[in-house]
């Protein structure tokens, strides 16, 4: 189910602008670089606070345009968001929701909004929302959400462009089921974890999402009140409580952002050290990326990356957690577009994420794709071009091109970056990069 045009159009206008970035490059880097909080954690805590009758305090939340837009979806349903530089507080004073009508054009411009339905169904045993259509990298489909949710005692109605769904059981409370999905989805899951922790009655997951984000979620809600056992596992078991209270939490790092971090180092073949983040979540990034030729100290939240000066190429292909990371695909091309040898880059999660690819050969990348796999013959130095991100990952892989280019790059594009990544070019600034935002 696809959006109308004009609600995409109206939903990008929301941050769209002019600004790029200006990078010139050939610098070698060097220094540490902080994680910042993780964005695809951050938006499911956000929209777990509408479960809680307290207040919740969010504290490492990554100051970034879609935390922002899921600040705004909440205000505008009542909640009450008090926002100082990464800490977010959150407490919800309504017992009813305004109708959500009003929220069309902010639902529209966040997918990651999509994260509300299963809260506002257990809370309130209704929602209306926007079908959150697709998007650039994919169809973006949620049959899964809808199809679980139906288990647990839900009913829809799907009308111009939009979705109404309400509990239909006697006392209008969700209940607990068996589910087996049919794929790994990771909105899914968190979506029926979100639900099924204030349904009657226990709720068992099967085939689930083992996403660390998916961990964080059940991290919060268990110090809220709730009974999640197993996240991070295929089978998670959630026993429905009455209410949930309010609590303090710190979002996990941000593994993208980490992983995003360390490719700019292999691709300038620098040594820098993150911290704040968590190498365990980044194992399989690190086992490509010492098969390709850089080594790692690291401890439980800190990481040194030191790569060789001559890299080669690996294979990689992409599937859900604890696999290659779907997000770090585009970043991950662009090294391999840099290194000596041919290596092979299959997208299994997603249908349509090689629009960095038509870029990346713009900047001189030796890159062909048939049938979601690309083929990278690496080059020895790509070209400073003028270049268009067209999504978050898409623009973070086309500013590490230019960081190792001939020349000066310019990356236009720059609502995307900043949808998904804190201060990043500062970030890359202080460790050495020449680049400025304009
Ligand atoms: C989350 O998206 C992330 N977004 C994505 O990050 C990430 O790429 C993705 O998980 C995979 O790790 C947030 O957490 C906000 P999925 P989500 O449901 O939940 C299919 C970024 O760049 N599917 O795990 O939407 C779907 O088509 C973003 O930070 C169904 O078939 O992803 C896809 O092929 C991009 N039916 C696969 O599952 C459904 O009902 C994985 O999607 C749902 C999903």
Same mark, same amino acid.
């Given at each position: 189910?696809?959006?109308?045009?004009?609600?995409?159009?109206?939903?990008?206008?929301?941050?769209?602008?002019?600004?790029?970035?200006?990078?010139?490059?050939?610098?070698?880097?060097?220094?540490?670089?902080?994680?910042?909080?993780?964005?695809?954690?951050?938006?499911?805590?956000?929209?777990?606070?509408?479960?809680?009758?307290?207040?919740?305090?969010?504290?490492?939340?990554?100051?970034?345009?879609?935390?922002?837009?899921?600040?705004?979806? !909440?205000?505008?349903?009542?909640?009450?968001?008090?926002? $100082?530089?990464?800490?977010?507080?959150?407490? +919800?004073?309504?017992? +009813?929701?305004?109708?959500?009508?009003?929220?069309?054009? %902010?639902?529209?411009?966040?997918?990651?909004?999509?994260?509300?339905?299963?809260?506002?169904?257990?809370?309130?045993?209704?929602?209306?929302?926007?079908?959150?259509?697709?998007?650039?990298?994919?169809?973006?489909?949620?049959?899964?959400?809808?199809?679980? %949710?139906?288990?647990?005692?839900?009913?829809?109605?799907?009308?111009?462009?939009?979705?109404?769904?309400?509990?239909?059981?006697?006392?209008?409370?969700?209940?607990?089921?068996?589910?087996?999905?049919?794929?790994?989805?990771?909105?899914?899951?968190?979506?029926?974890?979100?639900?099924? +922790?204030?349904?009657?009655?226990?709720?068992?997951?099967?085939?689930?999402?083992?996403?660390?984000?998916?961990?964080?979620?059940?991290?919060?809600? $268990?110090?809220?009140?709730?009974?999640?056992?197993?996240?991070?596992?295929?089978?998670?078991?959630?026993?429905?409580?009455?209410?949930?209270?309010?609590?303090?939490?710190?979002?996990?790092?941000?593994?993208?952002?980490?992983?995003?971090?360390?490719?700019?180092?292999?691709?300038?073949?620098?040594?820098?050290?993150?911290?704040?983040?968590?190498?365990?979540?980044?194992?399989?990034?690190?086992?490509?990326?010492?098969?390709?030729?850089?080594?790692?100290?690291?401890?439980?939240?800190?990481?040194?990356?030191?790569?060789?000066?001559?890299?080669?190429?690996?294979?990689?292909?992409?599937?859900?957690?604890?696999?290659?990371?779907?997000? !770090?695909?585009?970043?991950?091309?662009?090294?391999?577009?840099?290194? $000596?040898?041919?290596?092979?880059?299959?997208?299994?999660?997603?249908?349509?994420?090689?629009?960095?690819?038509?870029?990346?050969?713009?900047?001189?990348?030796?890159?062909?794709?048939?049938?979601?796999?690309?083929?990278?013959?690496?080059?020895?130095?790509?070209?400073?071009?003028?270049?268009?991100?067209?999504?978050?990952?898409?623009?973070?892989?086309?500013? %590490?091109?230019?960081? +190792?280019?001939?020349?000066?790059?310019?990356?236009?594009?720059?609502?995307?970056?900043?949808?998904?990544?804190?201060?990043?070019?500062?970030?890359?600034?202080?460790?050495?990069?020449?680049? %400025?935002?304009?």
């Amino acid at each position: 189910m696809v959006l109308k045009k004009n609600n995409i159009n109206t939903s990008r206008n929301l941050f769209f602008n002019n600004k790029y970035l200006e990078i010139k490059g050939g610098e070698i880097l060097a220094g540490k670089v902080k994680i910042s909080g993780a964005k695809n954690s951050a938006l499911v805590l956000m929209a777990a606070s509408i479960l809680s009758r307290g207040q919740i305090n969010l504290f490492n939340v990554p100051r970034i345009s879609d935390v922002l837009i899921m600040s705004k979806i !909440l205000t505008a349903m009542g909640m009450n968001i008090r926002s $100082n530089a990464n800490h977010l507080t959150i407490s +919800s004073e309504q017992t +009813s929701l305004p109708s959500q009508e009003s929220l069309f054009d %902010l639902f529209n411009a966040l997918r990651g909004s999509f994260f509300c339905i299963g809260p506002l169904l257990a809370r309130f045993g209704k929602a209306k929302i926007p079908l959150p259509g697709g998007c650039l990298i994919g169809s973006r489909p949620i049959d899964e959400h809808i199809n679980s %949710l139906k288990k647990l005692g839900v009913i829809f109605q799907f009308k111009n462009n939009s979705l109404s769904a309400e509990v239909i059981t006697p006392d209008k409370r969700l209940i607990g089921s068996s589910i087996t999905f049919d794929c790994k989805s990771v909105g899914a899951t968190e979506t029926l974890i979100m639900a099924a +922790s204030l349904a009657k009655g226990t709720t068992i997951l099967n085939n689930s999402a083992q996403e660390p984000e998916i961990i964080d979620l059940a991290n919060m809600l $268990n110090l809220m009140g709730a009974r999640v056992k197993g996240a991070g596992s295929e089978r998670i078991t959630i026993e429905g409580v009455e209410s949930l209270k309010g609590c303090d939490y710190t979002v996990m790092s941000d593994r993208i952002e980490a992983g995003t971090f360390l490719i700019a180092a292999a691709i300038t073949r620098s040594s820098i050290s993150l911290c704040n983040c968590e190498p365990n979540h980044l194992r399989t990034v690190l086992k490509k990326l010492e098969l390709c030729g850089c080594k790692f100290e690291y401890t439980k939240n800190s990481l040194r990356i030191i790569p060789n000066q001559i890299l080669n190429s690996v294979n990689v292909t992409t599937s859900p957690f604890p696999g290659f990371p779907t997000d !770090l695909q585009a970043p991950f091309m662009t090294l391999m577009a840099t290194v $000596n040898g041919t290596s092979k880059i299959e997208e299994t999660v997603f249908e349509n994420r090689m629009h960095h690819v038509k870029e990346l050969k713009r900047m001189g990348a030796n890159i062909t794709v048939k049938d979601n796999i690309a083929t990278i013959v690496g080059v020895k130095k790509l070209r400073g071009r003028v270049v268009i991100g067209s999504d978050l990952r898409a623009t973070a892989a086309l500013a %590490l091109a230019g960081l +190792s280019a001939n020349g000066k790059t310019i990356v236009k594009g720059l609502e995307h970056l900043e949808r998904g990544y804190e201060d990043f070019s500062e970030k890359l600034r202080t460790i050495g990069t020449r680049i %400025l935002k304009k």
